[in-house]
């Protein structure tokens, strides 16, 4: 699986974490109670059942506090675990790993609650064309790694930003005054390889958009008989992607109305944690 960012950037990110917990005076609690050379055994747990994701990277949070910090991982991200499995074991000073236990479980038990939200709605719609997107609707600072969960748990991804493709909305439209107008304004600024996409919300506005120069389209909240129909209208001309009160209940009926993709903003920005915790010998 490809990783979510080079390790640099990673680095960045939990040294960022670890820093705002410890801030100038470091960990008062562990500092006081173990001298420097106490060493611990500690276990990474599973307490429920899910998709891991963001194994590496939490783990990372101990070998930045104690380069000497020995960390074992036995699972890897992708894997699904039961409650009570042992994801890895960590050993090593006493300070750096427990300093260390609350900023890596929270990337782990956080991502690994977006890798099984996400294999949730992947199961429910096995043997239909469609896969399940992620979009924009993630933490700030966090984008890179929540995508990442997401393809985890067998997800995709939308566009990544705003800087490499286009995805007209409804205010763009309204402000343009048309489907039209704004197909035409994008088209003369990018270039041609450049995806376009056009959300729309009503069949009528379906087919003024296939008369356009798009890739895509975005269907908005339509019930499921406007979806078989988008489908039948479309014909394979462009990609056609469902979005709005996607839930586990509803993701198959979507999926077989024969669209394409399912976006979820719920995977990400709602996804409850993979209860995991950190189990010292």
Do not use: W
């Amino acid at each position: 699986m490809q990783a979510p960012l080079p390790a640099s950037r990673i680095d960045a990110i939990v040294s960022a974490a670890l820093a705002e917990d410890l801030g100038e005076a470091g960990d008062l609690t562990t500092n006081a109670i173990f001298p420097e050379e106490a060493r611990i055994t500690a276990h990474m747990v599973s307490r429920q059942a899910g998709v891991l994701a963001g194994v590496e990277i939490g783990l990372r949070a101990f070998t930045l506090l104690d380069p000497l910090v020995s960390v074992q991982p036995f699972r890897r991200d992708g894997d699904r675990v039961a409650a009570g499995d042992t994801i890895a074991t960590i050993a090593g000073s006493a300070r750096a790993v427990l300093s260390a236990e609350r900023t890596a479980l929270n990337f782990v038990s956080h991502l690994s609650g977006i890798a099984t939200a996400t294999r949730k709605l992947v199961d429910q719609i096995v043997g239909t064309r469609a896969a399940i997107a992620a979009t924009r609707k993630t933490m700030p600072g966090l984008r890179a790694l929540e995508k990442y969960a997401v393809q985890c748990g067998g997800g995709s991804t939308h566009r990544f930003g705003l800087y490499d493709a286009v995805l007209i909305k409804d205010n763009h439209i309204a402000t343009s005054g048309s489907i039209r107008a704004a197909v035409e304004a994008v088209r003369r600024s990018v270039g041609h390889l450049v995806k376009i996409e056009v959300e729309v919300d009503t069949l009528d506005q379906l087919e003024e958009a296939l008369q356009l120069q798009i890739d895509a389209v975005l269907l908005d909240n339509m019930d499921i008989d406007s979806m078989r129909k988008a489908v039948e209208i479309a014909g394979g001309k462009v990609v056609l992607e469902a979005s709005g009160g996607v839930t586990a209940d509803t993701v198959r009926d979507i999926a077989e109305t024969g669209v394409d993709l399912i976006s979820s903003g719920a995977i990400t920005h709602s996804a409850p944690i993979l209860d995991i915790a950190l189990d010292v010998d």
